[in-house]
Every structure is written in structure tokens, then in C-alpha cells.
């Protein structure tokens, strides 16, 4: 399970190496030092779960998601955190888009180590739920909505899965998909229902009213930029430096691509990001990992839950981030657990 990722690993430690080589910046060595600290920590969470009690290991990592989705809506109530602007609320990270990310594993964390250990969902994955939605609207992240929407289609697909045979015919799958569709824009458009109303005198309600009318601007703004927000968040380096698609351009010295872009930044996807800086192979290397989790899940509720952090990494480049691979650690021992309670 682990070569992929070690395979994906040395060779991004190559391409990077290259460019440093070249280009003289050492934000591609530190690239590198990224990944292959976020692989050790991925072996060793692996190993932890092996070795000790896997029931016991999913119990405190459930409880512990729980505790820091209180403490960080806790942090948001009382006006304490850290805020990114007037709005946008960053509590104990860097910048919103990582609270946001860290929200979507957390919930995601929650509901897999409560479904593993009951096979069912029980008040702790519905109270995740909820804390997560309200911290999310809080960061007005869109890349985190998007992937909160896989999350309720998850949600979705489960309460549904007792009432209708998923593995009868396909029809009933997409008709599930459906209807599931229709919860999760039901859900948007309370949002914005919400932001339509007054302002008033500074309740919690009133807060959450004027987030949601901030968040739901955030995202027509989005829509409306078109192509010009593809170039802000360095997309057009994909059509402009094509021949970087083979073998990748590594990561750092960023100035390279002065000439025929104005935007100097990481690129704001993970699978763009991917392609471009690590090309075919590491493209390759990557989506084979992911499948293999994907597919090692016994439920398609589960797999939608998957879903989500990939589907924000779309608009976010977060394969750096600890929690990614953190989650996906959990995410391939509990399909283990599942399937091993199921065989015996």
C-alpha cells in the first residue's frame, strides 16, 4: 500500500533536486522535505493502528476530532482566533483554505471511525457534522463547500442505503444521486435564503446571517471571474508551458514563469499542481494511491466521503498539508477493519 506513495515521493525529491540544482531556490528542496515527512507520518500512524488496537486507536481519534471541532467553534463565538480580513475566521491556522481543509477530515474522521466501530452513525458523527458546517461557514472557503457537499451526499447515500438495494440497477443508483443532489442544493440555497435577510443587532444568528451572505458573494464572485480567476490561481501555466506535462517542472523558483504569466504563486489544485510540477509519473503514482483507497472501501457512502477533500483540492493545492495524508491513513485502515470484522 505504502510503495506508491514512497515511489511518488522519491520521485518528486528528484525533479525537485533538479530544479534546485538549476535555479538555485531552495523552496524546491523544501517541497521534498514536505512529502517525505508527510510519508513518515502516514507509515507511522500505519504502523501504530497495526500494532495496537485498532478499535481502541479509531475510539481516540474520533473523540479527539470531536474536541477540536468544539474547541475551534468555541474560539469563533467567543471572537477569539485569528481572522483572515473582517470575515473570513482562521481560529488556529494559517489562512481559511487550511481550516477548511483540516474541517472536511476532521468531519470525514468522525463519521469513519464511528461507522467502524457501530456500524452505524450515531450522535458523534451528526454533531461533527453540524460543528463543521458552522466553522466552514465561518471561513467562507469554497473550495471547502464543495467538498462539505460531498460530504452530504455521503450523508445522503447512507440514510438512503437502508430503503433502497444499491446493488440492484444502475438506475436506482443515479436516481439515489438524485435525490441526494437536490439535499445538498437545498443546503446552498439556505445559505442563500439567509443572506437575504436584515442585518440585525449582533446575535448569533445575526453573525451567521451576514457569513452567509459574505460567503454566498464569495462564491458569484468566483463564478463570475471566469478565465481570469484560472490565471489567478496559476492554471494557465498548463496550456502556456505544455512540455512541463511529460516529466514535471518541480516545484519552487517560480519566476520562471514570469514572461508568460502574471501570477508567481503555487498553483491552486492539487491535481493541476500534480500534472504540472511532476508530470506523468508522479500524476500516475498518485491517482494509483488514491484508487487503491478508494476501491479498499467497502461502501459507496464511504468512497462519496473520499470524495470530499478531493474534491477541494481542485481549488487548493493541499498535498502538502499533514492532515491529507493523516486522513488517508485512516482512511485505508478502517477499510481493512471493515472488511477483516466483515470475513470473519
Not at 538549476?22 to 500505519?46: E, I, K, M, P
Not at 497495526?50 to 475551534?72: K, M, N, Q
Not at 458569484?220 to 494557465?236: C, P, V
Amino acid at each position: 500500500m505504502q510503495t506508491p506513495l514512497l515511489l511518488f515521493v522519491v520521485y518528486s525529491t528528484l525533479i525537485n533536486v533538479i530544479v534546485w540544482v538549476r535555479y538555485g531556490d531552495l523552496d524546491s528542496l523544501l517541497s521534498s522535505f514536505y512529502y517525505a515527512y508527510n510519508f513518515l507520518v502516514f507509515w507511522g500512524l500505519q504502523q501504530l493502528i497495526y500494532s495496537s488496537d485498532p478499535r481502541r486507536i479509531f475510539s481516540y481519534l474520533g473523540l479527539v476530532s470531536v474536541a477540536l471541532l468544539c474547541t475551534e467553534i468555541l474560539l469563533y463565538l467567543l471572537g477569539k482566533g485569528r481572522f483572515f480580513g473582517e470575515s473570513r475566521f482562521v481560529g488556529t491556522f494559517n489562512d481559511p483554505n487550511q481550516l477548511a481543509h483540516w474541517i472536511l477530515w476532521s468531519v470525514i474522521i468522525v463519521m469513519v471511525m464511528d461507522y467502524t466501530l457501530r456500524r452505524k452513525l450515531g450522535w458523534l458523527s451528526w454533531s461533527a457534522l453540524l460543528l463543521g458546517f458552522i466553522i466552514l461557514l465561518a471561513s467562507a472557503s469554497r473550495s471547502g463547500l464543495l467538498g462539505f457537499a460531498a460530504i452530504l451526499l455521503a450523508v445522503a447515500f447512507y440514510v438512503t442505503r437502508g430503503r433502497v438495494r444499491l446493488n440492484k440497477t444502475v438506475a436506482e443508483r443515479w436516481l439515489i444521486a438524485f435525490v441526494a443532489m437536490l439535499l445538498v442544493s437545498g443546503a446552498v440555497t439556505l445559505v442563500a435564503l439567509l443572506s437575504t435577510t436584515e442585518e440585525g443587532t449582533g446575535t448569533l444568528g445575526d453573525r451567521l446571517t451576514e457569513q452567509a451572505r459574505f460567503y454566498v458573494n464569495r462564491i458569484q464572485e468566483g463564478i463570475f471571474t471566469g478565465e481570469a480567476n484560472l490565471e489567478e490561481r496559476g492554471y494557465d501555466r498548463l496550456w502556456k508551458f505544455p512540455e512541463y506535462l511529460l516529466l514535471g517542472a518541480g516545484e519552487g523558483a517560480n519566476d520562471r514563469w514570469a514572461d508568460r504569466t502574471s501570477f508567481l504563486g503555487e498553483i491552486h489544485s492539487t491535481l493541476a499542481g500534480v500534472a504540472f510540477y511532476y508530470g506523468i509519473p508522479g500524476t500516475a503514482l498518485l491517482l494509483f494511491f488514491i484508487v487503491r483507497v478508494w476501491i479498499a472501501l467497502p461502501h459507496i457512502w464511504l468512497r462519496f466521503l473520499l470524495l470530499a477533500p478531493l474534491l477541494y483540492s481542485l481549488g487548493t493545492y493541499n498535498l502538502r498539508n499533514t492532515m491529507f495524508w493523516l486522513g488517508m491513513a485512516i482512511m485505508w485502515a478502517a477499510a481493512r477493519e471493515l472488511r477483516r470484522s466483515v470475513s470473519t
